[in-house]
C-alpha cells in the first residue's frame, strides 16, 4: 500500500501528492506515515500519554500497537481522499522520532485548512513544533496555494497556544462551543495564518 497510490489535491490542480512526499526542515524530516512507524509511534504516545490524553480524544493508556497500525492506514486513506494530510516528525540527524503535525479540515471552497500537531515528552522544549508549523505553513501557501491556514486550541492548552503566536499566527477570538472533546462541547482559541503573515518569517 505505501508508495502505491497518487491523486490529485482538489485545491491545487496542478500539484500531485504521493505518499513519498517528504518536507525538509533545518532539522526535521516530515513524510507521511507508512506501516513501519507503528512502534515508533506506539512509543511515543505512551511517553507522552498524560498531556496527550488530556486533548486528543482518541489517545488511552490502554492504546494498542493495533490501535497504532489502524491509525497509521486511516492516514493512508485520509491522503488518497483529500480529508488530511498527517505528517510524521522525525530529526534528520538521528531518524528519531518527534512527533506528528497535519493538514485536516481541507476546504477548497474556502481555500483554507487547519494545522494540528503534538511533540512527544522527551522531544519539547526544543522548538520542533515552531519548526515543524512553519514548515506545513511554507508548503501549504506556496505549493497548495492556500489562503488561510487555522490553529483551534484549547482554552487550557497554553502550550499550543504557544507555538501558534510563536509562529506569527495571530488569535482571532475566543469561539464558544468550537470543540466537542470527550462528550462536551468547549470553548476554543482561534489562530489564524495568512500568507502576509508569514512572507518576512
Not at 498524560?50 to 486511516?74: F, G, K, R, S
Not at 515552531?130 to 505549493?143: G, L, M, P, Y
Not at 482554552?155 to 499566527?169: F, I, R, V, W
Not at 462528550?183 to 489562530?191: G, L, P, S, T
Amino acid at each position: 500500500m505505501e508508495g502505491s497510490f497518487l491523486f490529485k489535491i482538489t485545491i491545487n490542480s496542478d500539484f500531485i501528492m504521493e505518499l513519498s512526499f517528504t518536507l525538509n526542515s533545518q532539522r526535521l524530516l516530515l513524510r507521511p506515515f507508512k506501516k513501519v512507524d507503528v512502534t515508533a509511534f506506539l512509543e511515543a504516545i505512551h511517553e507522552s500519554m498524560i498531556n496527550l490524553t488530556t486533548w486528543l480524544e482518541w489517545c488511552h493508556p490502554d492504546y494498542t500497537e493495533q490501535e497504532a497500525h489502524d491509525w497509521i492506514i486511516t492516514s493512508q486513506l485520509s491522503w488518497q481522499h483529500n480529508y488530511s494530510y498527517e505528517l510524521a516528525i522525525f530529526s534528520q540527524n538521528t531518524d528519531d522520532f518527534i512527533g506528528t503535525i497535519s493538514l485536516n479540515n481541507l476546504d477548497p471552497m474556502f481555500n483554507c485548512a487547519n494545522i494540528g500537531y503534538w511533540i512527544r515528552d522527551s522531544q519539547q522544549q526544543q522548538g520542533f513544533a515552531k519548526e515543524a508549523v512553519n514548515a506545513i505553513t511554507d508548503f501549504a501557501f506556496s505549493t497548495l496555494n492556500l489562503t488561510r491556514l487555522e490553529i483551534v486550541t484549547h482554552t487550557n492548552n497554553l502550550a499550543s497556544q504557544h507555538t501558534a503566536l510563536t509562529c506569527g499566527a495571530q488569535l482571532e477570538c475566543l469561539a464558544r462551543h468550537k470543540l466537542y472533546l470527550f462528550h462536551q462541547a468547549q470553548d476554543a482559541f482561534v489562530y489564524s495564518l495568512l500568507p502576509s503573515d508569514v512572507i518576512n518569517r
